[in-house]
């Protein structure tokens, strides 16, 4: 989504910029509330972190905190799982296969779990593909993790691109939620993520925070607690999100014009992966692609998906059309 660079261009307002209050020290009371009241949870059951990586530490942190493995999917999105690997005595991964539909599959997760496992990871829209979980699969996978006495993390961080209403997300079929103001909302520069959980591994995730930030920024949680609570800049995003994922239908076009290439077709949203003709070194294309054309694109390669590159298509509809024709060019050079 494209950023939101001034809080006057948020409308529901004035929203006030604070730097202090009271009763913060484990995240903004009010922000708690309004983030469980978004998944029908407890203020107590909601994290406050500085961005959904933060809270998918946090979380894998107070759920290792006594060892234990952790089955994290694949391909996967690098930052969590290096995190993870901090925390965790072994990783294992759970292969997201592109003959399945990068979805997981329930025998494959079976025969993995035991009784030392503490913790699956997922992502929802699966990042890179953006390929979407639907919740009866979500369902099926945390009742067989706790069965195992694991729990199922899923990061959801584009989900309401698809799903808006956040009570049809993974915390409602007994799995734990991350998610942020980010990658859906272009609210990046306040930092605020979360994750609703039970609460006493919430509580355990803020302990953990007192060995690394103690207090989160109270002026980044204070501004999102207002904002969340304005129903004219609630129905502002949401109408944004709309044109932002509209605008998809400009790649399939021009995936006609790059029959070379390949789509993987996104479930919505703003993102998609296309897989390069030949074999193409992701990495070495998007540094060219950068230095010769000035077109941002992210190699699959960040992701354990070589070969391909993630694209993103929801900014200035004049801007996305010209870089796409650029991209073109350089895919039909390969």
């Known amino acids: 989504m494209p950023l939101v660079k001034s809080l006057k261009e948020i409308p529901g307002g004035p929203f006030e910029p604070r730097l202090a209050g009271k009763g913060a020290f484990y995240g903004h009371p009010g ?36 060892g234990g493995k952790a089955i994290v999917e694949q391909p996967v999105y690098e930052p969590v799982m290096r995190g993870i690997e901090m925390l965790a ?25 035991s009784s030392d496992v503490k913790l699956v990871w997922l992502t929802n829209l699966h990042n890179p593909t953006q390929t979407e979980m639907e919740p ?15 729990y199922l ?16 997300h993974a915390f ?33 995730a803020y302990r953990l925070n ?30 944004r999100r709309q ?16 029959p070379t290439a390949e789509l993987i077709m996104p479930a919505g949203g703003v993102n998609a992966c296309i897989k390069l003709p030949g074999q193409a070194d992701d990495r070495k294309f998007v540094d060219r692609l950068g230095l010769e054309r000035e077109v941002t694109v992210f190699p699959g390669s960040l992701f354990e998906l070589p ?12 801007e996305t059309r010209k870089h796409l024709g650029l991209l073109g060019e350089a895919i039909r050079e390969l």
């Open 307 to 318: 070969g391909h590159i993630r694209v993103s298509v929801g900014c200035d509809p004049v």
């Open 89 to 113: 005595d072994e990783v294992i991964r759970l292969p997201r296969r592109e003959e399945a539909g990068f979805l997981p599959r329930l025998g494959d997760l079976q025969e993995m779990l």
């Open 172 to 204: 409602t079929y007994d799995a734990i939620s991350v998610s942020s103001l980010d990658k859906t909302w272009g609210l990046d520069s306040l930092r605020v993520g979360w994750a609703v959980a039970p609460a006493d591994i919430v509580r355990r």
């Open 153 to 168: 993390i899923v990061d959801e961080v584009y989900l309401p691109f698809t799903r808006p209403d956040y009570r049809s």
């Open 210 to 239: 007192n060995l690394m930030g103690v207090q989160q920024p109270y002026v980044s949680e204070d501004l999102a607690d207002q904002i969340l609570r304005s129903d004219v800049a609630l129905e502002w995003f949401r109408q």
């Open 243 to 258: 044109v932002a994922c509209s605008q998809m239908s400009m790649l399939t076009v021009f995936m006609k014009s790059i």
């Open 31 to 66: 922000l708690r509330a309004k983030i469980g009241q978004f998944y029908d949870a407890s203020a107590e059951e909601a994290l406050i972190a500085q961005g959904a990586s933060q809270a998918n530490f946090l979380i894998a942190g107070a759920l290792l905190e006594q």
């Open 136 to 150: 009866q699969l979500v369902r099926e996978m945390a009742e067989i993790c706790r069965a195992a006495g694991a």
